[in-house]
C-alpha cells in the first residue's frame, strides 16, 4: 500500500527548479529518502539518523499523535513526472496531528462491558497510538494485530483471533446488574 501523497510546487519563474513534496506514512517516506535537512544543512541519511527518526516517531505515537513524515526534492522543470522520481528525497520533518477521544467515551464502554457487548477497535493509525488511545479510555491492549501481519494471514485465522485478541473492553471494571 502507497501510503503517501507527493505534489510538485512548480513556480512561473522558469529559472526556478520544481519542488516535489512528499508526506505520509513515516516509513514509506523514509524509504524513499537518501538525506536529511537539518539546522546544519543536508547531510546523508545513516542508521543513526533513521534511528532517531524513528525514536521520535514512536514518542510522539505513544502520546496519541498520529505523525506524518515529510520530505523534499528539486528538480530541473520537466514535462511530467512518476513514482519512478520518488526517490533521493531529503527528510524535512514531521507533521503531528492530534484527535483526543470524545468525552464520555471510556464510561460509554464501561456501560456497554456493563450489559455484556464486547469491543473490538479497528484503526488505521500505528500501533503506539492504538495502544495509547486504548489505554485512554478504559480498554487494555490483549493482543494486537497490524496490517502487516494481516497481509499474511488468512481469512480464517483472522476469524479465529478476532474473538480472543485486539482490545478487549472485558478488561474494563463494571458493576452488573446493581452488584
Not at 82 to 106: N, V, W, Y
Not at 147 to 170: N, P, Q, V, W, Y
Request: proline share 2%.
Amino acid at each position: 500500500m502507497r501510503k503517501s501523497l507527493t505534489v510538485i510546487v512548480r513556480s512561473a519563474d522558469a529559472e526556478q527548479q520544481d519542488l516535489m513534496i512528499c508526506k505520509g506514512a513515516v516509513q514509506n517516506v523514509i524509504a524513499a529518502c537518501s538525506d536529511v535537512w537539518s539546522a546544519s544543512g543536508k547531510q546523508q541519511l545513516n542508521d543513526a539518523l533513521r534511528q532517531k527518526i524513528d525514536g521520535r516517531f514512536r514518542a510522539w505515537s505513544s502520546q496519541g499523535y498520529r505523525v506524518l513524515a515529510l520530505a523534499v526534492r528539486h528538480f530541473d522543470k520537466q514535462p511530467s513526472y512518476g513514482r519512478s522520481d520518488e526517490a533521493g528525497l531529503a527528510f524535512a520533518g514531521f507533521l503531528l496531528f492530534l484527535d483526543p477521544p470524545k468525552a464520555g467515551i471510556a464510561e460509554t464502554l464501561k456501560a456497554l462491558a456493563g450489559r455484556g457487548v464486547g469491543v473490538k477497535v479497528i484503526t488505521g493509525d500505528n500501533r503506539y497510538v492504538a495502544q495509547h488511545l486504548a489505554s485512554a479510555v478504559g480498554l487494555t491492549p490483549r493482543g494486537m494485530v497490524t496490517g502487516e501481519d494481516l497481509s499474511h494471514m488468512t481469512k480464517e485465522a483472522l476469524f479465529g483471533i478476532a474473538a480472543k485478541r485486539i482490545f478487549s473492553s472485558r478488561s474494563i471494571r463494571t458493576r452488573r446488574n446493581g452488584s
